[in-house]
């Protein structure tokens, strides 16, 4: 229920609030705030839940697509953990597939393919177009494609399979802009653009078959998709040349770079990290940031208030809710439990409050 608004003749309050509309694929990731004025009653200490406008409505989710593109050549069969490492990552994928696809619209490609790689020239070179297609609470058949799909001895065909996959984001008309390609390989492109192998002897970003896939990336972007590269393996975790050369360029090339600097992509040296980086990756692209930014800078930074669905949370470092700059506020950052809250998708709606101010009937409240 909307909480009713109440007027006095005596004393009128202004207030501006700030919404944050939790967003799905945060993020992929961030809504523009919304300021909006309400007025009401302030009898006593002053509680701007009763400022809040009655005809107010949540901004609405963001939605994203996600197409998964996995390399199943033969060095992914390599010993990860206690399996190998394309059985490490299909195990992840599908589990934080099925838990994110209330959130997030996913697909599954994979490379080598295995369809429509008649007249290729060279067998390990084939790249097909998306198995399962981008779709609503589609877990099961991303689920079923991961399980039925091997490591085979093939090679590592990135830039033909990035424009396949670039020809069917062309096509999905679904409305949503918000669009990634999430890249998980062991190694850089070996395989040209014409299915050939790279006539070039170190895999680096000079490389024929790395020429080729960046320049599929840039066309990537162009239409709006990002590019995110996951590594698999611990062998390019250190590597500042050669494939790790070409990752980093691709990374940083398809707007999704995790760093500035290098690397770029995000690496997954062992089953444990490879974890915690698939869900730092789905979380990136489905989870709100646990933080409300001000358009207008406060007047008064004693008397903000943060709400989640409704309910004032304490002022705290540890778990509530801290300015983000004492001296150049320009939001709130929540912190503990709060923001465990938030970004499990236990809330679906933050405001940060400028406190109402009474002020004299006949004049203007600013």
Known sequence: MRPETRYTPHVVCDMRRILLALLVAG????????DMVGRGADTGAPDPIECVDPGFEPLAFRPADVLVLLDRSGSMDTAYGSSTRYQSVATRLSDLVATYSAHVRFGYQEMPGRQGCDG????????????????DDNALAVTAALASAQPMDGNTPTAASLQAALAYYETLADGIDNRFVLLATD???NCTLAGALSSNAVSNATAAGCADALSEVSAMVALGVRVIVLVVGPELA?????????LDALAHAGGAAVSPGSPGFLV?????????????????LTRPPCSVHFRDKPDDIANIDVFLDGKRIPKSLVDGWQ?????????VIITGTYCQQIQTFQVTQVEAHYRCTPCVEGQECN
Do not use: H, K, W, Y
């Open 27 to 34: 993020g992929i990731a961030c809504a523009d705030v919304d």
């Open 120 to 135: 290729q020239l060279v067998s390990g070179c084939c790249a097909s177009p998306p198995l399962v297609g981008i779709a």
């Open 187 to 189: 190694g850089a492109p």
């Open 238 to 246: 250190d590597d500042a040349s050669g494939d790790s050369a070409c």
């Open 268 to 284: 997954a040296s062992d089953p444990q990290q490879l974890q915690m980086v698939i869900e730092q990756t789905f979380g990136g």
């Open 323 to 331: 300015i983000d700059s004492p001296t150049n506020p320009r939001g």
